[in-house]
T-cell receptor, first 111, second 114 residues
């Protein structure tokens, strides 16, 4: 099925560094969601975005709904070991009632 | 508050055996329900979604089926498992109100077909 382009595929960073990942779509979206998945568990919602240009924070996490409606990014500031996991973006375009998921960004944080 | 449960948590089944995975949601009524499969190291593939009892849409042709015998219960089944059915199966729910698309996931079931 259709998937979003999510990058990078993986990141290996040192504790305390900032992280940035993004998703792009070929079609206009009216919803962007960011999830985190720990090994062997279901994805947990981090941030939901519903308006173009919207910038939302959740603790050290910040996500933005791109002005073009075709992209979104997630930033994590001052990373800590518990940030390790796979981060997924998800979105819905106007012509469908289903979410489309990105391929995920695997984050590793080294002390 | 709403909670979503899946069981079993893990399952090892031989090829050709039947399958039944269960998902239940508590704390809400008339939810939309979804079944996803996640292959190792991969993204989420939507298998089925349901907007009501006996209203189920299939996204991918396969030997799996889904049923919704009660409003907050969603079941994934197979009559004969294939090796390719191995994976991590996730159930999710969302509010019926289409103004919000947020889906909330269960803990998942790890299925290994040998």
């Amino acid at each position: 099925g259709q998937q979003l382009n999510q990058s990078p595929q993986s990141m290996f960073i040192q504790e305390g560094e900032d992280v940035s990942m993004n998703c792009t779509s070929s079609s206009i979206f009216n919803t962007w969601l960011w999830y985190k998945q720990d090994p062997g568990e279901g994805p947990v919602l981090l941030i939901a975005l519903y308006k173009a240009g919207e910038l939302t924070s959740n603790g050290r996490l910040t996500a933005q709904f791109g002005i073009t409606r075709k992209d979104s990014f997630l930033n994590i500031s001052a990373s800590i070991p518990s940030d390790v996991g796979i981060y997924f973006c998800a979105g819905r375009s106007y012509n469908t009632d289903k979410l489309i998921f990105g391929t995920g960004t695997r984050l590793q944080v080294f002390p | 508050s709403q909670t979503i449960h899946q069981w079993p948590a893990t399952l090892v089944q031989p090829v050709g055996s039947p399958l039944s995975l269960e998902c239940t949601v508590e704390g809400t009524s008339n939810p939309n329900l979804y079944w996803y499969r996640q292959a190792a190291g991969r993204g989420l593939q939507l298998l089925f979604y349901s907007i009501g009892i006996d209203q189920i849409s299939s996204e991918v042709p396969q030997n799996l089926s889904a049923s919704r015998p009660q409003d907050r219960q969603f079941i994934l089944s197979s009559k004969k498992l294939l090796l390719s059915d191995s994976g991590f199966y996730l159930c999710a729910w969302s509010w019926r109100d289409t103004s919000t698309d947020t889906q909330y996931f269960g803990p998942g079931t790890r299925l290994t077909v040998l």
